[in-house]
């Protein structure tokens, strides 16, 4: 069943969502914590992606026994690792979706729990000037699982975020998204759908969004 409601915009996560960058991240995580004698396993990261790097930092110098102090520089160490690091890409489908967006005139934004530099260093400036906002984790105080990362994004687009479409890829960032009060579409690009069930709707790759009929019938909407 199509819900009645007019949806006008679009706020998509970054990560793994947009790009393949899970498994990288996870791979700088992992070198970045190892100098300090952490380890973590991939159940103790895909499920908390889209949380602000600051507080699952934090999360992993606790579960080690060390000082928050430590917080900073392992966070600047995993970026740096990553940078130099990733086989960044885009999922196949997101270019065509993003192009058609751009050409009906449908607002869209980028809402990640990644820092700016990151995503302003790996992304192509063609493809990035394309999103009217971008809301990245050092922009807001409370990241995912709170609402303000997609509030803030709505707002900027001078949208309801009662009429914005999320399309997110991990528990965090689907909570934020109801929180808010948007309609949220997963994708288990990184995750089992059994994790992803408090979306309103789960899909198995980006490339099958058209063809949710919430996401097409925006193109009704547009002018």
């Not at 499920?47 to 520089?73: F, I, T």
């Not at 408090?198 to 909407?221: H, M, P, Y």
């Amino acid at each position: 069943m199509i819900p009645s409601k007019k949806y006008q915009a679009v706020l998509f996560d970054f990560d793994g969502v947009l790009a393949q960058t899970m498994e990288d991240n996870y791979k700088a995580w992992l070198k970045s914590l190892k100098k300090y004698n952490i380890s973590i396993s991939a159940q103790e990261y895909f499920p908390y992606e889209g949380m602000k790097l600051e507080k699952l930092a934090k999360k992993y110098c606790q579960k080690a026994g060390l000082d928050k102090s430590l917080v900073e520089d392992i966070i600047k160490n995993k970026e740096d690792l990553y940078l130099k690091n990733n086989k960044f890409q885009l999922y196949r489908g997101v270019k065509s979706i993003i192009n058609l967006l751009h050409a009906k005139n449908i607002p869209f934004a980028i809402v990640t729990a990644g820092l700016y530099n990151r995503l302003h260093s790996t992304l192509p400036e063609n493809f990035l000037k394309k999103f009217k906002v971008i809301i990245t984790g050092d922009q807001v105080k409370r990241g995912k699982p709170f609402p303000d990362p997609y509030l803030k994004a709505a707002k900027l687009l001078s949208v309801d975020i009662k009429k914005c479409l999320v399309i997110e890829n991990a528990p965090l960032g689907i909570k934020s998204a109801k929180k808010a009060g948007a309609y949220c579409i997963a994708v288990s690009s990184t995750m089992g759908q059994e994790f992803l069930t408090e979306a309103d709707e789960i899909i198995t790759s980006i490339n099958q969004l058209r063809g949710v009929a919430v996401f097409d019938k925006l193109f009704n909407n547009s002018i």
